[in-house]
């Protein structure tokens, strides 16, 4: 058992700090003193002694850069130096870089770690390197300040987690694809919260040899995977491919060379008694197998939905429970072999009794529930499980896959639910979800929940909503702008629960929809408060986070949070103005007024192409489509981009097609002629999505 020990020895006096101005930390330490005064860092230097691993270093070099951006002053990492302006840390057992199998967390856990300021150093000790890496997180959050009046309070803590896996699951096949440097920003961002799980998700979004067919436009190559891998274990974060080796595998089965393979022609999921399938599954294993070096699978397995209607139709059709069984065992098998763990989706397997006792032995299951609700809402996804002696984790969500702007509030609730519910059935952790299915999402958006969930499964106090915007926020962006960004960021909350008590909780797939059916016009003009709240929100949000960026933040940190304010913007005024049109066109009378009345009460108003109702939609649409596709392609690649980018031309296309209606109309009747409904002129179709 090797220690390595890097002291930090401080010289300088302390000075007084009252607790209100001690800053907040993400997550809360289990337990944490402080003392009466702060310390400085200016002049620091990294010591590293002899014999020291790979994964030292990177904890050694997330002090150093993390205290280099906030002095302002080159921070050395060395194995040699001496003085007393130098820090050094402890590790006093193996490397332990990532989490294994029956990992444990605790006080004493390879993870938990002790860190003391004092007027003469601050040492930081831990039983792994992951611990020193934490622990260094740690001490970025505690500095105050800049350049040369930047210090960190005088302090002991000792940290652990709570639950032994902390991990995120990002999408990369129901929407956009990610490219290689965002996927690995998204890492840096986890590691500020103590996450140790990365979960890639891939239905067929990953390079398989052999299968040039399979999705070519979009998916990651293995070099990138092997990239991303690295780069997370530098991190302390293991990189876990998350499959669907059952179901969901639409993108294979679209392919004619291997249609054959599904439960019907171009389906969605494989047909366990088609010869043609394990031949396929073994090459693929061995594959992912040797691509991700994790001891963790995660193989799918849910939402098998033939199996769901053969059991409501009361029909056997070859017992489809009992042929899920024998694949889910198969699967799991060509990984174990391999020496993995095998995790798959719980919903199933808690459906069917049968697929319970059956199940592979050491398989984990991933409850997976994705509303808030009391204990009784998620009994049963998860109450079976601990009955049955199934090792399981829990899975939330950040609501954000068909919304227009995340709903942090429903997302806060289902983690902290679900957690609690976690900890009741001895949960191994939390996997907190984070999907695209509308194809519309942009997922800097969601990092606010994404650093909820990590945070949150790494403490043992909830976290206080109330107050995490502005904890949030004051960790992640420079002081003088961080009230700004947390104020936006509750407004973005508020608005867009607003706008779902007009459309829905799907609202991205209602912003699409005509506003001029009978159902959306009496929905619309019933909740005019609802829309205004909405804009006012929305507008709100605009103009601080327009304030944080003279105030130092950088353009690409807030600007998914700008768009959605924008697009929150728009459909306030979208479904605004329906009811509003009609308004004003059944207030003209049954007929047409004279054209000094038609023009001041309604071409003027209406459709005037010098600014009116109709071409501000147009106006709006077209500016905000140019700034959703910037925002899209500074975080994933082209691909789907275009079929995105079809709705909001096909919505533009409405309003200039109604404007031409109008106007059509307007040059072809007289003062006098009858007014059909309005709605009547309307286009029948908009960008909607089924």
């Known amino acids: 058992m090797r220690v390595f020990l890097i002291t930090l020895v401080l010289a300088g006096t302390l000075r007084g700090v009252g607790a209100q101005e001690r800053r907040p930390l993400l997550p809360q330490p289990q337990q944490i003193h402080y003392g009466a005064g702060r310390v400085p860092i200016r002049d620091l230097a990294v010591r590293l002694p002899a014999g020291f691993a790979p994964e030292d270093v990177d904890a050694a070099k997330a002090i150093s850069n993390c205290l280099a951006e906030r002095s302002g002053a080159e921070v050395q990492v060395s194995t040699a130096g001496s003085g007393a302006r130098v820090i050094v840390l402890e590790r006093t057992g193996l490397v332990g ?84 440097d965002e996927v690995k920003r998204q890492l840096d961002f986890l590691a500020r919260w103590k996450a140790n799980q990365y979960y890639f998700y891939s239905e067929a979004s990953i390079e398989l040899k052999g299968y040039p067919l399979l999705n070519p436009g979009g998916r990651f190559s293995q070099d990138e995977v092997r990239r991303i891998v690295a780069y997370g274990k530098a991190r302390h974060i293991d990189v876990i491919p998350c499959l669907e080796l059952y179901g969901h595998l639409h993108d294979l089965f679209r392919v004619e060379k291997y249609s054959s393979l599904a439960d019907m022609p171009h389906g969605t999921e494989f047909d366990p008694r088609n010869p043609g399938v394990m031949p396929l599954l073994e090459d693929w294993a061995k594959q992912f197998g ?66 319970m006792q059956q199940l592979p032995p050491g398989l984990i299951a991933i409850a997976w529930d994705y509303d808030p609700g009391p204990p009784e809402h998620y009994a049963p996804r998860l109450a079976p499980l601990p009955a049955h002696h199934i090792p399981h984790m829990v899975a939330s969500g950040v609501t954000m896959w068909n919304q227009i702007s995340p709903d942090f509030a429903k997302s806060f609730d289902n983690i902290d639910d679900f957690l609690r519910e976690g900890r009741k059935s001895h949960a191994l952790g939390l996997m907190n979800t984070i999907w695209t299915d509308d194809g519309q999402a942009l997922m800097r958006a969601a990092w606010p929940g994404i650093a909820y969930g990590a945070a949150a499964a790494w403490q043992s106090a909830p976290i206080d909503q109330r107050a995490f915007f502005a904890t949030y926020s004051s960790l992640m962006y420079p002081a003088a702008a961080a009230q700004e960004i947390g104020s936006a960021l509750d407004d973005l909350a508020q608005a867009e629960v607003a706008i779902q008590g007009v459309l829905g909780d799907d609202s991205m797939l209602e912003f699409w929809n005509n506003p001029f059916t009978p159902q959306m016009l009496k929905k619309c003009a019933e909740h005019q408060d609802a829309l205004r709240k909405t804009r006012l929100l929305a507008e709100d949000a605009e103009e601080h986070l327009d304030r944080a960026g003279s105030r130092g933040v950088r353009a690409d940190a807030v600007t998914s949070f700008l768009v959605a304010g924008r697009m929150l913007d728009y459909a306030g005024a979208k479904f605004q103005t329906g009811p509003e049109l009609v308004a004003m066109w059944r207030k003209l009378g049954p007929r047409r007024p004279p054209d000094e009345t038609w023009w001041n009460e309604w071409e003027s108003q209406a459709t005037y192409q010098d600014h009116s109702r109709i071409v501000d939609l147009m106006d709006a649409m077209s500016e905000l489509r140019e700034q959703y596709r910037q925002d899209w392609l500074a975080q994933y690649r082209p691909y789907r981009m275009a079929s995105a980018l079809g709705r909001w031309d096909a919505e533009y296309e409405f309003w200039r097609q109604l404007q031409e209606r109008l106007i059509q109309f307007s040059n072809t009747s007289k003062e006098g002629d009858a007014l059909p409904p309005l709605e009547s002129l309307a286009p029948s179709t908009v960008a909607r999505i089924p």
């Open 290 to 355: 040797a691509l991700f070096p994790s001891r963790f699978v995660h193989i799918g397995f849910d939402e098998t939905f033939q199996i769901e209607m053969a059991a409501k139709q009361g029909t056997n059709r070859g017992n489809p429970a009992a042929l899920f069984t024998h694949q889910l065992g198969e699967v799991a098998r060509l990984f174990q072999q391999q020496g993995k763990t095998v995790m798959a989706w719980g919903d199933i397997i808690v459906k069917f009794p049968d697929i």
């Open 97 to 180: 870089a990532l989490p294994l199998p029956g990992e444990q967390p605790g006080p004493e856990s390879r993870e938990a770690y002790w860190l003391t300021i004092t007027p003469a150093r601050v040492e930081l000790r831990a039983v792994s390197s992951a611990g020193l890496y934490y622990g260094a997180q740690t001490i970025c959050q505690l500095v105050e300040g800049s350049g040369d009046s930047a210090t960190v309070p005088e302090v002991e803590i000792h940290d652990w987690p709570e639950f032994a896996y902390r991990g995120t699951m990002v999408d990369m096949s129901h929407g956009p694809l990610p490219t290689e």
